[in-house]
């Protein structure tokens, strides 16, 4: 069984920061790309950020120059950088991670989220 369990969100005054953790654990073969959704309520779910297994990332338009994705992949762990934040950034905060276990084909694991409420 693979588990993904996130840490950090909290309740933070607009301009401050937050950095969010999420670990995989289980029986992984190996990690492709990791990812970082996020979800307020009445909207739908959308990507934050993304990292694939090389180191190369992706950011949506809104959060760009302000959050940073990185991971450690001997902890297989993904991490969320939030900078400069915006009441618009609360939101319910879901990591992603598309694993590969013994002898199954990759699939795409999801954490369990974490609320990230921005103050103004």
């Known amino acids: 069984q693979v588990r993904l369990v996130e840490s950090g969100g909290g309740l933070v005054q607009a301009g401050g920061s937050l950095r969010l953790s999420c670990a995989a654990s289980?029986?992984?073969?190996?990690?492709?790309?990791m990812g970082w959704y996020r979800q307020a309520p009445g909207e739908q779910r959308e990507l934050v950020a993304g990292?694939?297994?090389?180191?190369?990332?992706n950011y949506a338009a809104s959060v760009k120059g302000r959050f940073t994705i990185s991971r450690d992949n001997a902890k297989n762990t993904v991490y969320l950088q939030m900078n400069s934040l915006k009441p618009e950034d609360t939101a319910v905060y879901y990591c992603?991670?598309?694993?590969?276990?013994?002898?199954?084909?990759?699939?795409?694991?999801w954490g369990q989220g974490t609320q990230v409420t921005v103050s103004s």
């Open positions: 990292i694939a297994s090389g180191g190369s990332t």
């Open positions: 289980g029986s992984i073969l190996s990690i492709n790309t």
């Open positions: 992603n991670a598309a694993i590969v276990r013994p002898f199954t084909h990759e699939y795409t694991y």
